[in-house]
């Protein structure tokens, strides 16, 4: 079974950037679909974005397309998340999660291990 840890979360001013990496244990992912979601308070979670596992294609939710950045470094066995241009909507709880399936959309019900999240706040 696959743990997934995710960290770089914390407080940035509008405009500013941060990393997200979400590490994997107890196999590799480099093979899998994988994607993060965030929760902001009082909302549900939503789809951010996915990297596929056959082919590392990406995909992004139109709120985030062209300020994130969705990868993977098969030797860390890790799956980054690189925001940039953040803005104080963006502020939610960032969740990493393997998908069950290489065709995975942006529903939740098509991924089936997620890590514990980590918080990011933007504002000044």
């Known amino acids: 079974q696959v743990q997934l840890v995710e960290s770089g979360g914390g407080l940035v001013q509008p405009g500013g950037s941060l990393r997200l990496s979400c590490a994997a244990s107890?196999?590799?992912?480099?093979?899998?679909?994988m994607a993060w979601f965030r929760q902001a308070p009082g909302k549900e979670r939503e789809f951010v974005a996915r990297i596929r596992g056959s082919s590392d294609s990406t995909y992004y939710a139109n709120s985030v397309m062209g300020r994130f950045t969705i990868s993977r470094d098969n030797a860390e066995n890790t799956v980054y998340l690189e925001m940039n241009s953040l803005k104080p909507e963006d502020t939610a709880v960032y969740y990493c999660?393997?998908?069950?399936?290489?065709?995975?959309?942006?529903?939740?019900?098509?991924?089936?291990?997620w890590g514990q999240g980590t918080q990011v706040t933007v504002s000044s």
């Open positions: 107890g196999r590799t992912v480099r093979s899998f679909t």
């Open positions: 999660t393997v998908a069950k399936w290489t065709m995975a959309t942006a529903t939740e019900i098509d991924y089936a291990v």
